[in-house]
């Protein structure tokens, strides 16, 4: 088969998710790693002949001024993660993606991330939303241009943005645009502004955060319009993951969950930003729901996402969930997880990318319901909550695809 | 409908796990307690019309001297399990079923388990297993004729048995027999005779225990010839359900498990028994098998279970999962399980009870391969590992079975 | 020796701690328990001839319609502690405990304390602060005088108040008390309402709670001047204590301790007082400062304490210590401390209870820095922050008091 | 004050302990790093004028054939600790302290270890013990002569050995050397030979490990009889740390422990040698006593040690400790402690070092019962047992020796 070229546009192009997506991709074009930790890397997806490492060209929209060998390194000094031989055998294909990366815009994306915003990023900042939206879209154009990309898939990356207002689930695309358009301000985050800017591209759109994106009826309608592929919300890496995977084993067995308590301490950029209560808030609700859909009854619930410096990209949680057995017994189960962040991220990013081509190249639009299992609060009718249902889906659909 | 009289003969018939089956039984005919704990309880099975508590008769072999009030006191005041009130209002209860107790068999159940033999087995010791055989299948019979049952279903919950000779395995039906025949010593254990005078009288058999029970070629051959409904082997309660349900999450995620430890403690009268390593062996080995039948591959595994007296009949689990992600980073997951022995078994025995009676009404014979998910090692062809799969057998069969 | 009566007045008398200290006290006395928890049970204090359990006469102010029985069966039930046949044994003391417990005082215990009132306090609210203290020295007079006591212990276990102005903390005892005698109403929280009554009457006053009591330099002043016993501040039953035990061994070690984060659940009706922020700002503080006073720097810490209704009265902590040893290598320890609070908190009261009166019965006056290991935020002068030294010095005192 | 020149000679001198207290010379010497994790560098200590890292020269016996580039390079790559570009800096000094490692003796060391031998260590197999004697006091002599050194320390922190047979405590230290000059076999352990040559050559000896060393009533006499400075036994970095930190609390609250479980996990070289249940008995009877000590009575206790591959260096240790409170009222308290064994050994070791030079000038002899605090199982009369007793120790030497 022809070698194809796929184009990555990363927004939050130079965080630790990105950074590490980009290590990733140069490791596995060297072959210094092997594909543990990938999901379209087991054996049952090998039927889909899913994208090369070598066919991917990264570029993406970025607000801090910094570079990917800084990112990388401090990566590696704080939080211990990367072999330093293999950080030396990337630099040059890190160095080379980051001439791709642009200034992303500020619009809507409050005022704990505006913070953190470089030169580039704030020399955009006031520009009218209609003209962001220009801009990014001719960015992501030439990025396809320069590098004669069949197709690009745009990945949302970027730290969490503060809960939008109720108003825009209640528009239309039309409606929406017109907001878009208006000269001022608008109510339309920055993550919805890029996922536009795909859409009008025909780009496919994956959200990967919490922040909104393609999640409104309004985007849902205008990429059913263009058959463009769309999925999200919120990448599912670590305690969610677990509540998705053990909550169902208390529905089955009939132990009634009183109470599910959850800490979570970390200490990379995106606990400083979900530091902030409003940008929390966003967080918090995505975690938080899907017991009640699991276990069919509301359990008392507790949640926390607290920045602790010294973490560092580790994200540790803590939970307590106290149920109760046969005779009224109370029981408990504990459990530690101590993951890091990026390094559980990034390769279901590479997935989310591969499986996303597969899809584009099988002709299919519209929200990507067999990506389920990716997400805290997966889009799409009829999503079963539980991971291994939600697994399922994408079993069935690789079988279809691959005939 | 007509009520129904059901029988159920357990085997370790004063132990924890059948004493709280006892008041179970007696506190939900009661309706002193809700179905929390149970299986059967679930919506989706109130299709099936399962049995009701007040058409259950209680009988069994046991060979320590003891009472159900004596256990469930113990239980209570060691464990903190049971409320007081309860146990008065069932105490009428277990008096009557007591009365339908008879002395065990100590034919190889082992030096460890026989220290616990009160004088009634003692009178029994050195009978010929032909001997015991039929004094066994007398107290069966006997057991359905005086209370006019419908169908008796016998359940093993006694301690663990020492490993059985390999050679058990290789002996067909008629060999066996004949070894049971012979005049003074068989291989064959106690749990098994048991299950060979269930296969006799046309009776159920659920093997809750590591023991071997039906598990063998040979009374495989005789279940289906006597078209006998048996299931088992070791009921799946905690630390071991935890596996079934986690490692499919891992291997979903392709992360690579380099090592799982668990180490088990608790201080009820099974872990005296298991602190014989000889005992203990059979228990370990029922654990460890389904990591590497789930994963794929082996990865390091470490399990103890220790009697320390002080936790009762609270089984305290530690899990130390080490896994390699993406870019050979290694994550941790260790979880803490402090679930009450007797609590999370009894009233899965009392959902094998109501299953299996629901199977046996449907005329059905041979492994119920449906109750996978109650065990640890199930019988049966072609299991799958994963706890969700395994539950996903029962939901079918609840369907087929109810039309 | 003479047989001697001591009462004991508790401010929030009919609460988990208080409940726990009379069904203590009457089951000491009728030697159903041991003295298993009991820090004045200690061989090394045997030579204080320590007050004897009949010696103890109980009497308190509670702002609450409830009775001991109720509150000690709903422990019981809640939370799985006492025993069944120990709490009928008891009922008798409790019951004529019972008759000594007067209305309590509603001035500035917060809203949220207010909510938990019952009639008879009710029908107090709105009372002139001089009328209160009026009223309360009546009750402790009445006590000492109908029960013929030799002398008066008044023990604060009331729920935690919300933070006081910091005016207070600059008043000399006149303009203190001026403010009591004004007209409508003062700053001077309830807590320190009954402190000022039990020093009016000579009576020692003992604070296991964050709030203010004695901790006033007006109080210690007043105290030192009627030569009055007292001690506080909030009872160090469990997190705490573990921090003021496990911070001396990273300092001794000189392992740098980066980040301590302790988050606490529980359910009692201490609890819901701290669900509300005001109060539990008190609470936390209390527990925070300890650190840097041990380890000479400030680590970042983070304290949570939160509402959990199934736990009941079983306060779980779990504490993530992250440190940095030798060449800068970051490590973890991690604990879970799942304690009784109303079983850990009541025996030291007992004990703080048997130290006074000792105290008072050797001359002595002001406050007793002899206990501070009992407490969280110790009063006096130069009292150690590390557990070891502060029960070192309640040896030392023992060693003198004993001669 | 002149420049002074002090050799440090370590048995299993390329081990990962060693190989730490190279790096760990090497970089503060260059001041790379800080002191944090020195006891030594504590500021109580600043007035002993202390030992400089550049006043240390290394050198030692081993069995293996390897380097410290090498070993260095394993524990970064494995375990994830050393920064790189610190390697690289101190490779110089490394390569110059190798060249002072001479071959060690395999008498007695177990079948385990000596599985581990190189070359030139088997080159030896067989000598008999006094010729071993001979050729270690020559090593070191040669090594204080080279180097012109003020005064040597040996430091043995060579794998565990096999317990040694009762015998040899009863033996006088005349008979003891009897036994070593006796043409073939002895029943002294390889420890106690180095120990032997150390006080021979009247050179310091501390014995981090549990093996034997001078722990033998004659070996004490013998360095007594030469003035000689020792101490042991088995550096106290983890687990037996907590405990001994943990259990005094217990105490003190009169909290009576039921039971305390101790599961410890790693992977590093000396987890193979304990994983040979021969060299394990003597490292668990190492970690068990104390608690009895410390409480007054014996709970019942259970430590187990067990080689998990993957952890390499990282120990782990769970604990569970199952204690009664008040009112019967049982309590958990559970830790993780996730510490890397060689970097909390090595500045354990520098202390030792450092102190041991520091009483060697003040001219002290015999057991160096101040340093109680570093080991398990310290060596001396009537050493606590508590942690912060034996601490006090320490800083009172250190006033003593400062003046």
New interface residues.
């Given amino acids: 088969m022809a070698k194809r070229k796929i184009g990555v546009w990363l927004i939050g192009a130079l965080g630790g998710i990105s950074t590490?997506v980009v290590?990733?991709i140069a490791?596995l074009r060297q072959k210094l790693?092997d594909?543990?930790?990938?999901?379209s890397?087991?054996p049952q997806f090998a039927k889909l002949g899913l994208l090369g490492w070598d066919e991917i060209t990264v570029g993406g929209h970025e607000i801090r001024d910094t570079t990917y060998a800084a990112e990388a390194q401090q990566l590696h000094?704080k939080s211990?993660?990367?072999?330093?031989d293999?950080l030396r055998a990337v630099a040059p294909t890190l160095a080379e993606f980051e001439k791709n990366i642009r200034p992303g815009t500020l619009i809507n994306v409050g005022s704990t991330i505006e913070k953190f915003a470089g030169d580039a990023a704030i020399k955009q900042r006031g520009e009218r939303p209609a003209v962001a939206l220009e801009r990014i879209s001719a960015d992501l154009t030439e990025f396809q241009k320069q590098h004669n990309l069949d197709h690009v898939i745009v990945v949302n990356v970027a730290s969490t943005e503060p809960p939008q207002p109720a108003e825009l689930r209640d528009l239309t695309w039309p409606q929406l645009q017109k907001k878009l358009d208006a000269d001022a301000v608008s109510p339309v985050p920055a993550s919805s502004i890029y996922a536009v800017a795909a859409i009008q591209c025909g780009f496919s759109h994956v959200n990967f955060t919490p922040s909104v994106g393609t999640d409104l009826p309004a985007l849902e309608a205008f990429a059913r319009e263009r058959n463009v592929l769309h999925v999200g919300r919120d990448g599912k890496t670590g305690e969610t993951?677990?509540k998705s995977?053990?909550a169902?084993?208390f529905a089955?067995?009939?132990?009634?969950v009183?109470?599910w308590?959850g800490?979570n301490?970390f200490g990379n950029m995106d606990g400083k930003v979900l530091d902030d209560p409003v940008n929390k808030a966003n967080k918090v609700k995505s975690k938080d729901h899907l017991l009640t859909e699991i276990l069919g009854y509301k359990p008392?619930t507790?949640v926390?996402i607290?920045y602790?410096?010294?973490?560092g990209d580790w994200k540790?949680a803590?939970d307590?969930i106290?149920f109760?057995?046969?005779?009224?017994?109370?029981?408990?189960?504990?459990?530690?997880?101590?993951?890091?962040d990026s390094?559980?991220a990034?390769?279901l990013v590479l997935d989310l990318i591969r499986f996303t081509d597969r899809s584009h190249r099988a002709g299919q639009g519209g929200v990507m319901r067999q990506l389920s299992?990716f997400f805290k609060s997966p889009m799409g009718d009829n999503v079963p909550p539980?991971?291994?249902?939600q697994?399922a889906l994408l079993e069935q659909w690789a079988d279809e695809v691959a005939g």
Same sequence: chains 1, 2, 3, 4.
């Fill in positions: 590490t290590v990733g490791a790693v594909e543990v930790g990938l999901v890397g087991l000094q211990g993660v990367f072999d330093g293999m993951l677990m995977v053990l169902p084993m089955a067995r009939n132990l009634q009183q109470s308590v800490h301490i008392q507790l926390t607290e602790i410096e010294s973490m540790t803590w307590h106290h109760r057995g046969f005779l009224n017994t109370k029981m408990i189960l504990q459990f530690m997880w101590q993951g890091c390094l559980l990034a390769p299992s539980e991971f291994h249902e697994f």
